[in-house]
Every structure is written in C-alpha cells, then in structure tokens.
C-alpha cells in the first residue's frame, strides 16, 4: 500500500474519532432527555430509553424552563441588534479616518481579551447602584458593550476590502457620511454582518457569569437555569435538565448551519487582512 493511501486512511481515522468524541455527548443529552429517571440515575449508564417520553419537556417547560427561554431570546436578540447597529457606524469609522490613530482598533479589541471575571465585582457594585441587578436593561447593556470590540474588529475587516472610490462616488452625487453607511457599505457587508450577527448571537446566548451574578432569582437565562438542576435541594434532575439543553441548543445549530460559510470568510479573508 502506498504511502499516501496510508496517510489519508488515517487521516479519516482521525476524522471518525473527533467526530464521535463530538458527537456522543451530544446524543446522550438528546436521548436523557426522552429517559425516565430511574433510566437516567440507573447504574450503568441505560443508553436508549425503553420507553420514551416528553415528561421531561413538559415538566422542564412548567418549571422555570418557558422563562429562561424567553429572557434568553429576548436579550440575545436586542443585545445582537445593538452591538450590530453600533459597530456598523464605529467600524466604518475606523476604516475611514482612522479614528484614534493606528493603535485604537487594537485597544478596542484588548478589552475582549480581558476575562469577565475582572469585570464581576465593579459591574455588579455599580448595577446594584443603580438599580440594574434583576433588569433586562442591565444584561443588555453588559452583552452590548462585551460584544462590541469584536463586532468593530470584523466588520473593520470587511469595510477595509471596499474600495475607497464607491464613498468618493457617492459624495459626489449628494450623499452624506450616513447615507453612503446605509445604502452603500451595508449591501457590500452582507457576508460580515451575517458572520458578527450569528457570533454575536452565540455568544449571548451562551453565557453565563453575568447572567448568574446580575440577577438574583427572577431573570434567569438559559444557561443559569441549567445550573439549577443540580443542587442539594432538588438532586440530580438529569432528565429535565437535558430536556432544556436539547432546547438550548437548536437556535445555535440553526444558525450555525444557516452562516457557517459566511463565518469561515470572516475569520479567513476579512479577519486576517
């Protein structure tokens, strides 16, 4: 057998294996979800439920599950909207006029850099100070502002690949600086703005510190509400727990799927140059 046979059966191998290794915590997530709970604390491990349901759903949906969703949806997508909306005009200006001088796009996305832990206590003091702890405003504003640098950075990206002369044409024929950001640069930014707008989403959909520490017990999201479900208090509810990550999972795999190629344009071709 040839050498290079051999390397690309590996090659596959390995595939196979990451693939698996991915996938399997996965399906057992789905199919616990479908498991009675003398299945699901069974020792060993049942795989396949022998008599599938949607008692976990149900229950998961009645107990606090509907409304970790729906606060999860609701700041996910204003915080996107925003940090788009926000970074489209800031990008455009870094691009431009190089606002800040040559360092200040790097400064922007230095604050990314930083762990949110360094974060928690100053944000948490001045929320509660101003009345922002249990509030949609608060996480919003939180998810906004971490989001931002990295919105700026890609869409600088893309806005740096279109030419200068489209924004001298357009000035030409009576246009002003917003109005060539809106009918000139946002049609060319179509795959960047697809890639922030699904990242972004991801992003907040997915996180948890802030979520955890900005709000005592009324606005819990997604990920928070998955951590209840292990506790002294109500034990191991396995089941219901992998009801609402199943559920928490589909928006991110619906997205991903719908901008993979967009998102492996932006952080190849835009992001790089």
């Known amino acids: 057998m040839k050498?290079?046979?051999?390397?690309?059966?590996?090659?596959?191998?390995v595939i196979v294996f990451i693939l698996v290794l991915t996938i399997l915590p996965l399906a057992w997530i789905i199919l616990t979800g479908f498991k009675a709970e003398v299945e699901y604390l069974h020792t060993p491990p049942i795989w396949i439920p022998s008599d599938p349901s949607f008692h976990n759903y149900i229950e998961m949906w009645e107990d606090g599950g509907k409304d970790a969703f729906t606060n999860s949806l609701i700041i996910t997508t204003i915080s996107t909207i925003l940090a788009v909306c926000l970074g489209i005009p800031s990008a455009y200006s870094l691009s431009r006029f190089n606002t800040g001088g040559d360092n200040f796009a790097y400064w922007i996305l230095s604050i990314k850099f930083l762990p949110p832990i360094a974060f928690a206590i100053p944000i948490s003091v001045m929320f509660t100070n101003f009345n922002l702890i249990d509030t949609y405003t608060g996480l919003i504003l939180v998810y906004t502002t971490f989001n931002l640098p990295?919105?700026?950075w890609i869409l600088r990206g893309f806005i740096n690949e279109i030419p200068l002369d489209?924004?001298?044409?357009?000035?030409?024929?009576?246009c002003g600086r917003f109005k060539i950001i809106y009918k000139m640069i946002i049609p060319l930014l179509g795959p960047g703005l697809v890639t922030v707008t699904i990242l972004t989403f991801i992003f907040v959909w997915s996180e948890f510190l802030f979520a955890l520490i900005l709000n005592n017990s009324e606005l819990y999201t997604v990920p928070v509400r998955l951590s209840q479900y292990f506790s002294e208090a109500v034990g191991l509810r396995w089941g219901p727990q992998s009801a609402l990550a199943t559920i928490a999972i589909i928006p991110m795999i619906v997205m991903a799927f719908i901008g993979q190629n967009f998102i492996v344009r932006a952080l190849t071709f835009g992001a790089v140059k």
Do not use: E, H, K, S
């Open 166 to 174: 489209i924004d001298d044409a357009a000035m030409i024929d009576g």
């Open 150 to 152: 990295f919105v700026i």
């Open 3 to 13: 050498i290079n046979n051999i390397f690309i059966i590996f090659r596959y191998l």
